[in-house]
């Protein structure tokens, strides 16, 4: 997959305003660890997690996603009247039907001959709409367009916690299900790309490579119907070490087409942004496929586990803080469960 005609203007996110410690949720949990003798300090520990981030309860994506939609455009300074396109591509929306990037685009002011679909694909789902919009963009069909999502993880954590609180049967296995659950943060995060003809940043979206192991889809799963229709909170349960290893062992697979697409080797990449899982899979990640995490921008330590928006996070982030260098290229690299990988190339000319 290569392509010759798309910039990326710019990353932007929204960072939500309510911190909530991982020593926050274990003093919660107290009365499960002192019954099943487990130690305070092992959910940051493991995980390397120190805080997650929250937005007020209640808060619904789409009104989020609209407010850094509007943020991304005015940064990129692309007028809402040239955005042929709208993804909206988080886990969590606002409803089933119709589109949350309905009401976005409303909200956001965005023309009536603008493409407007929500995309669904776990912790991949804004990678998947940077394809969709660069292919658009590529054809000609298009000039420009946005890929926008909202993790609300508020109400995944706090269900966890009530569940685990309220299960006198509760074993250590038990409790080792539902961890990942606890790393869960929140924050929203936004992509425009644009035809290089109008690019004002000329950070050329290059190509990159797409494999799956659909083999492994049961290893992360949740949600409901129920969780859907407001019943119930959401749940998830997660084979992390399965997933660990099975999710790097794709990693690896799609880095050694990602580089021959790209003519690549590991020494030509010069930042990374990773998704953000752990520091267990962050490290491993890096090891396998031969980069150093010095090139890498970290935010799982104090964001926690954002879903579909942590790469972009850290990307808004990491070109905000000047971790890019003008001329570095730069590698995506995502990875969601089913399990799906998508890597991308970039040349950061600009800012």
Known sequence: MRYSEVCVETFCCTLPPHVVTSADIETRLRPVYERLGLPEGRLELMTGIRERRFFDPGTRPGAVSALTVRQALELAGVDPAHVGALVHGSVCRDQMEPATAAGVHHAAGLPGECIVLDVSNACLGLLNGMLLVADLIELGRIRAGVVVGTETGRDLVEGTVQRLLNNPHLTRKDVKREFASLTIGSGSAAIVLCHRRFSRSQRRL??????????????????????????????MQTDSEALLQAGVALAERTWDQFRGILEWSSEDVGRVFTHQVGKAHRQLLLERVGLSPAIDFPTVEFLGNTGAVALPTAAALGFEQGHVRSDDRVALLGI????????????????
Do not use: F, H, K, Y
Request: glycine share 18%.
């Open 206 to 235: 290059l190509g990159g490579a797409v494999l799956s192991d659909t083999s492994q889809n049961q290893l992360c799963a949740g949600g409901s119907l129920d969780a859907a229709r407001g019943a119930a909170p959401p749940q």
């Open 336 to 351: 969601g469960s089913g399990l799906n990988c998508i890597m991308l190339a970039l040349e950061a000319v600009g800012r």
